[in-house]
């Protein structure tokens, strides 16, 4: 009887019927089986041969039960119970039966629309904001640890889950090739960016169906890693936008310190990369009329200084918007069939609104000549005419909250300093070193300031200020 086969139809703790193999891994094998004591089915992960004879696996294996049981998310699989029956060591888990993985999908319908890679993104980076917040590095992120199916998206197997920082030079890695950071391939210390350049990996992959790294050794994927030149997705398929070419490529970058600091500013990233998704017009819907916002265009170039200065703000400024026509139907422009006027008719006509019109002008002119003659009849110094209300009108409020801009792209930045109405300044310093976008600001995010005072972004690329 093979080695897979052996566990068939055994009871495992007393409790836990195995009944057919899931799936085999690098070093353990998935098995559906029923829970006798709560009466479910579930997946029982147990460790391979010959790994389940070193001991330092074995702990290392139970220390992802820990680990994994220790957290709960929509996007991370539940781990239930853990332990040894004997020489067998195992996990149980939650039954993903209605699932299949990323990388099952990818190989059966190619690349995935971009709107459906943001959304498997943003939920992934939900979940791994919950593993980094306790302290933990996944470090297995890859497209078959990625289920799709009812629900978000969900990540599995934290099989080599550990504290950041916790390698040291020569500690074997382990891990799936292609998906590993250069930090995670050469046994060096790990953080969060070693999982968000994993995602990146996932994500760039689900896009295009290629891998940013190739390579099939350790030292072809390092080479990878050193020439540093990856494909942006949009050159290898039309209808990405450049937010997410953006955000990809900059969780690919080889130096941690150069990548998202945290899941949450990739999330952002993401986040405005899904407004581009969604502002992209399907070739059916581009003969209609659309009202396009064109608020966040690049403010003009302050004459000098390292950024760009707008003027003061009074209040909240306005939004700026253009209607964009189509050209529609003659018979559609004259109101249908209705006649249009005779010639003659409509000259008289005009003449007789524009007399109309120089008329009532010449009348307001004359009032408020009046109003400025006779208003100051009354007490001696009574003060001018008051200046018009700000346009957030009487109602709007004297104090705002400073927004959280941190980890946003320069023009997500500076739309949010607008819509709060603060008085914004972009500051920038080239910095290759830091992520593009906002990187500090002043006041701090949730600062109650007065409507109109002075609000300085930094960002760390000269290109931004240009």
């Known amino acids: 009887m093979s080695d897979e086969d052996a566990a068939i139809g055994r009871r495992l703790a007393d409790r836990y019927r195995i009944s057919e193999l899931v799936a085999r891994g690098g070093m353990a094998r998935v098995y559906r089986a029923r829970d006798e004591r709560l009466d479910r089915d579930v997946a029982v992960k147990i460790l391979s041969s010959p790994y389940a004879d070193d001991a330092a696996f074995t702990d290392q294996f139970l220390a992802e039960a820990r680990a994994a049981a220790s957290i709960s998310h929509p996007s991370l699989v539940h781990v239930y119970d853990s332990g040894s029956d004997g020489d ?49 590095v996944h470090c297995d992120v890859k497209s078959g640890n990625v289920m799709l199916g009812p629900g978000p998206a969900k990540l599995i197997d934290f099989g080599i889950a550990r504290p950041p920082s916790d390698a040291v030079d020569g500690d074997t890695s382990i891990g799936s090739l292609q998906f590993m950071s250069p930090e995670q391939l050469h046994g060096e210390a790990l953080g969060p960016g070693s999982d968000l350049f994993s995602l990146g990996v996932v994500l760039y992959e689900a896009l295009t169906a290629r891998m940013p790294y190739p390579g099939s050794t350790p030292e072809e994927v390092s080479a990878a890693h050193a020439a540093g030149s990856v494909t942006p997705p949009s050159r290898i398929r039309d209808g990405v936008p450049k937010r997410l070419d953006d955000a990809i490529l900059q969780a690919l970058r080889r130096a941690p310190a150069s990548r998202f600091h ?20 399907a070739p059916g819907d581009r003969d209609e009329t659309r009202v396009i916002d064109v608020a966040g265009r690049r403010p003009d170039r302050a004459s000098a200084g390292s950024g760009y200065v707008p003027p003061a703000v009074s209040g909240p400024p306005p939004q700026v918007r253009e209607a964009v ?12 069939s209705r006649p249009a006027a005779p010639p003659g008719r409509s000259r008289g006509l005009g003449n007789l609104l524009g007399t109309l019109f120089i008329l009532a002008a010449a009348a307001v002119v004359a009032v408020l000549v009046f109003r400025l003659v006779f208003a100051g009849t009354g007490e001696p110094g009574a003060s001018e005419t ?3 209300a700000p346009s957030g009108g009487t109602d709007a409020p004297s104090t705002v909250t400073v927004p959280e801009t941190v980890g946003r792209s320069t023009q997500d930045g500076i739309a949010a300093a607008q819509e709060a109405g603060l008085n914004w300044t972009v500051r920038c310093a080239e910095d290759p070193n830091q992520p593009e976008g906002i990187i500090g600001q002043e006041p701090p995010a949730g600062t109650e300031v007065a409507r109109g005072s002075r609000f300085t972004m930094f960002s760390a690329r000269i290109s931004d200020c240009q």
Do not use: F, Q
């Open 88 to 136: 067998t060591h195992y996990i149980v888990m939650e039954l993903l039966d209605r699932h299949r993985s990323l990388r099952e999908a990818i190989d059966a319908d190619g690349p995935l629309p971009a709107a459906e890679v943001l959304r498997i993104g943003r939920e992934l980076l939900a979940g791994l904001r919950v593993v980094h917040d306790r302290g933990l």
């Open 262 to 281: 945290s899941a949450e500013a990739m999330s952002r990233a993401l986040e405005s990369a899904k407004a581009e998704v969604a502002a992209t017009v």
């Open 325 to 336: 026509p189509v050209a529609r139907p003659a018979a559609a422009r004259r109101g249908g």
């Open 386 to 388: 008051p200046s018009a």
